[in-house]
């Protein structure tokens, strides 16, 4: 951040997780080695422009790679996990090789991106080779098949573009590359990815030979594998959180600020392309990623995403379609990281990123990434600030006040994001790992903080005894009368309020609402939504309930305010202030 002498919050920090954030570096990622459950990878791997994320998309059954007709969109390796008739799989995209060998790359990107397709290779089981059927064989291709063929993988040639051409000719050309079969293909429509999938499924491990746990079908049909597993191999714990979904954290932000390098620091290796130019990352990048904490392992699913930038200066056709892919890849997420620069501070275009995640009302963590950059010129003020306070200058500073620990930081961050002040601030840096066990701390917190579901009785008496520290008035002068609420869904949690008017329910009054629900049920880093809705002349208001309830019940004496305790709060609020203030039975 570079106005470390911006005006601090005077107010205590709201958000526990930034308190609880110690000044030391404590990261241990490393030690989370990734442990991947593959049932058997497919990489599809080819000179540029032959169609491969075609391919991949309509093997995926899902627009997930983009496509556009520019060689090189490809960066990364873009994987899917997809079932092919009940046989679960993941299938690798890859950035085409461009490059004879001996020759150099251009820039550090296609370098980076050719690093990639030779890990693709490396970790696949089987391989299909793409050529472009309309173009015939041209010397990439035979570079390609020769760069391939040193994995010792077996390799499935797939002529692409086979839309309309006479396959019987194109198929003695193809045949040079030294394959006894040429499966013809259109990604686009859809031709021959039958034959060709399930021939590259031959290869790949058979789904015996997993453990019993990892996939669903194993658990139906119990396999000769499953009789011999030694059940106390593995712990409960384990077993049941290897059978949950992983948590979805997609990881957003304005270029360059270091999602990749994050991930990549979480994951302890180079699974996507990190570089000093803005724009690197073009496609969603999934990486699954699991950690043993005391003995339960959880899944995490982190997506990366391609830094966006303000829509106007987005011209590029490529750059549209990967800001769109981000924006998916919020709303496909279970909890959203967004990442800021502390270095540049808070933008505009930071602004409108973390707008677009309360649009979508997602729950959230706010990462400062780059502390490293920062850090020592943090040190040095504070430093200052507690000579300033040993000297006992007393005398008001014309200076605006530096910010000198985390938690003022973290303070500031929430005050310029007032909209998103829900979130918990973190400050982490990809480079020296800082913080970056707090980070996955934080969205496990939040993620729980997100599933809870509050009890019926304890909502009604919080809400009652919100509304009747607070009691909004309509302009017409009417008083918001509560029956009864319930939370209605959990991720994001929404509660239905039942009211006698629901227009007296301003946004203001809701926020105040949802201020009041977060201190008394956590909820950090998630969106709180209420709904309020006239009541139905079904339902009845607490109060006449209740009269129903003493009258029924055989007569006995009440025991003055208690009753008023343990009985729905909205009932007695309504009692109490309604016939009073507007004179009305
Ligand atoms: N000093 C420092 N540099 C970092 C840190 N994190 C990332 N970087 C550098 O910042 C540059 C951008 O990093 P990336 O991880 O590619 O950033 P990104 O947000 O994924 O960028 P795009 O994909 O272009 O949106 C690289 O040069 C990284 O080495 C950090 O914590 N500290
Ligand atoms: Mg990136």
């Known amino acids: 951040m570079p106005s470390l002498s911006i005006n601090v919050c005077s107010k205590g920090s709201r958000n526990p997780l930034a308190h609880s954030i110690p000044t030391h570096t404590s990261l241990s990622p490393h030690s989370n080695t990734p442990q991947i459950i593959m049932p058997g990878i497919i ?16 093997i995926a059954g899902r627009r997930i790679a983009i496509v556009h007709d520019q060689p090189g969109v490809t960066r990364d390796r873009v994987s899917a996990e997809v079932e092919w008739h009940g046989r679960p799989f993941t299938i690798i995209d890859t950035g085409g090789i461009g490059l004879l060998r001996g020759e150099s790359s251009p820039d550090i990107i296609s370098k980076a991106a050719l690093e990639q397709v030779l890990l693709a290779i490396d970790t696949a089981d089987a391989i299909i080779h793409v050529v472009d059927i309309q173009q015939g064989v041209v010397p990439l291709d035979r570079e390609v098949s020769l760069r391939i063929r040193t994995s010792g993988k077996p ?3 797939a002529a692409n573009k086979a839309d309309t051409y006479k396959a019987e000719v194109d198929q003695d050309d193809f045949s040079q590359l030294g394959h006894d079969q040429i499966y013809m293909v259109s990604a686009i429509h859809g031709h021959g990815i039958g034959d060709l999938v399930e ?13 019993p746990e990892s996939t669903p079908d194993s658990q139906d049909s119990p396999t000769d594998t499953d009789a011999k597993a030694d059940p106390s191999d593995t712990p409960t714990a384990l077993k049941s959180n290897l059978l949950q979904d992983p948590l979805k954290l997609a990881i957003v932000g304005r270029p360059n600020v270091g999602k990749s390098s994050i991930i990549n620091a979480l994951t302890n290796s180079e699974r996507v392309i990190v570089s000093p130019i803005p724009g690197t990352t073009r496609d969603s990048v999934d990486v699954p990623f699991e950690v043993d904490t005391e003995g339960v392992r959880q899944r995490f699913l982190l997506i990366d995403t391609a830094g966006m930038r303000k829509s106007r200066r987005v011209d590029d056709p490529v750059e ?12 496909r997420s279970d909890v959203v990281v967004l990442v800021l620069d502390a270095e540049v501070g808070i933008t505009e275009q930071d602004k409108k990123i973390a707008d677009k995640i309360v649009e979508a009302r997602k729950a959230c963590v706010i990462v400062i990434n780059k502390w490293d950059l920062v850090e020592e010129d943090v040190r040095l003020a504070r430093e200052k600030e507690v000579e300033r306070r040993n000297a006992k200058i007393t005398h008001r500073d014309s200076r605006a006040k530096r910010l000198t620990t985390l938690s003022e930081f973290g303070d500031w961050v929430q005050r310029h994001l007032f909209f998103l002040s829900y979130a918990p601030v973190l400050f982490t840096s990809a480079k020296s790992g800082f913080h970056l066990d707090r980070l996955l701390e934080s969205v496990r917190y939040v993620a729980a903080q997100l599933r809870q579901q509050v009890p019926t009785a304890i909502l009604n008496r919080v809400l009652a005894d919100a509304i009747e520290k607070r009691q909004p008035v309509s302009d017409a002068g009417h008083v918001l009368k509560f029956f009864y609420a319930t939370q209605v869904s959990q991720a994001p949690p929404v509660f239905l309020l039942f009211v006698n008017r629901d227009e007296i329910l301003s946004e203001t009054y809701e926020k105040y609402l949802a201020g009041e629900m977060r201190t008394a049920f956590g909820y950090e880093g998630c969106p709180i939504l209420i709904r309020a809705q006239p009541r139905p002349k079904t339902i009845e208001s607490h109060r006449e309930r209740q009269h129903k309830a003493a009258a029924a019940r055989p007569h006995r004496t009440r025991v003055g305010g208690s009753a008023g305790r343990v009985k729905p709060k909205g009932s007695g609020r309504g009692a109490k202030t309604a016939p009073r203030k507007k004179g009305r039975p």
């Open 43 to 58: 990489a599809i791997v080819g000179r540029p422009n032959v169609g491969k994320s075609a391919l991949f998309n309509r």
């Open 155 to 157: 390799v499935l040639l």
């Open 199 to 211: 021939s590259a499924l031959e290869f790949l491990p058979k789904p015996a030979a997993l453990p």
């Open 320 to 331: 549209f379609f990967s800001v769109k892919r981000a924006e998916d890849s919020i709303l």
